[in-house]
Nanobody, 127 residues
Framework: QVQLVESGGGLVQAGGSLRLSCARS????????LGWFRQVPGKEREFVAG????????YYADSVKGRFTISRDIAKNTMYLQMNSLKQEDTAVYYC????????????????????WGQGTQVTVSS
C-alpha cells in the first residue's frame, strides 16, 4: 500500500521560512517523479514544484522561483520543500504527490499525471 505523509507545515510570519517533508512507504520511490502542489479553498490545486527520480531536474511555478527549493533524499525515502521569504499568498494546504516517471516537462505541472497523494499539511503565513 502506497503512503505519502507530509509534515512541517505551520504558522509563520511573512518573510520567514519553513521546510516541508514528504515521507513515502510502499512505493519504489527512486523511479517516481515527485511534486508539490498547493490548494486554497475555492481554488484548484496548483503546481508548486517537481523533481525527477534522480533529483537532476527540477521545475517551479513562477510564483515560487527563487524562494522555494525542492529536493529529495533517496536513502531516506523523503522529499523536501524548503520555503524561504514566505508571503501571505503562499498560505495553502500543501500536498506531495508521486507519479510517472515523466518524460515530458509539461507533465510535471499537471495534477492529473500524479497517481499518489499525501493528506496535505497546512501552511499559514501571517502579516
Amino acid at each position: 500500500q502506497v503512503q505519502l505523509v507530509e509534515s512541517g507545515g505551520g504558522l509563520v510570519q511573512a518573510g520567514g521560512s519553513l521546510r516541508l517533508s514528504c515521507a513515502r512507504s510502499g512505493l519504489p520511490f527512486k523511479t517516481y517523479t515527485l511534486g508539490w502542489f498547493r490548494q486554497v479553498p475555492g481554488k484548484e490545486r496548483e503546481f508548486v514544484a517537481g523533481i525527477n527520480w534522480s533529483g537532476s531536474t527540477t521545475y517551479y511555478a513562477d510564483s515560487v522561483k527563487g524562494r522555494f527549493t525542492i529536493s529529495r533524499d533517496i536513502a531516506k525515502n523523503t522529499m523536501y520543500l524548503q520555503m524561504n521569504s514566505l508571503k501571505q499568498e503562499d498560505t495553502a494546504v500543501y500536498y506531495c504527490a508521486a507519479g510517472g516517471p515523466f518524460g515530458y516537462a509539461g507533465d510535471y505541472y499537471s495534477s492529473d499525471k500524479y497517481n499518489y497523494w499525501g493528506q496535505g499539511t497546512q501552511v499559514t503565513v501571517s502579516s
